[in-house]
């Protein structure tokens, strides 16, 4: 049955938002990666990455907002620090020291995380009944693995 946020049981909005802050975590650490590289990128490719980078970035920053608010619609808290987050994400952050081919198979790695772990955290939802949160990791999930597949095509 397709519930509201209000109309899901105590445990259940804590088990998706556990889930969705996981899928904060790992998108505010891909944020700052593709941000780093960003701003450290060189070569040949430099001009197309430094603009794919800032494209990821960006989105990131809006999908952290939006995960982080649907927690908060279901009455849970959503992690804000930074030490919590590194703690818990899977991808994790870089110096900035690597070649344009590291930097894109890394962040490529992070985008199919992401995408994992919002098909993860989607899934928690459908179990829930919880659509809205679902459709959320859906689309979401659906941009990092765009984001994975324009990376393989830089290194194919």
Not at 80 to 100: F, N, P, Y
Request: aromatic letters at 6%; charged letters at 25%.
């Amino acid at each position: 049955m397709t519930q509201t946020a209000v109309a899901l049981s105590t445990d259940a909005r804590a088990a998706i938002a556990e889930a969705l802050n996981q899928s904060v975590a790992e998108t505010a650490v891909t944020t700052m990666l593709a941000q780093n590289f960003h701003w450290n990128v060189k070569g040949m490719a430099f001009g197309p990455l430094h603009d794919l980078f800032q494209k990821m970035y960006e989105d990131h920053f809006v999908a952290q907002d939006d995960l982080a608010e649907r927690i908060r619609a279901l009455d849970e808290h959503a992690e804000g620090t930074l030490s919590g987050m590194l703690a818990r994400s899977k991808v994790k952050e870089h110096d900035g020291h690597a070649s344009d081919k590291e930097m894109i198979k890394m962040m490529q790695d992070a985008q199919e995380t992401l995408a994992a772990t919002l098909a993860g955290a989607g899934q928690v939802a459908a179990e829930a009944g919880d659509t809205l949160t679902e459709d959320l990791c859906i689309a979401r999930g659906q941009e990092h693995e765009k984001f994975a597949w324009f990376l393989r095509a830089h290194l194919a």
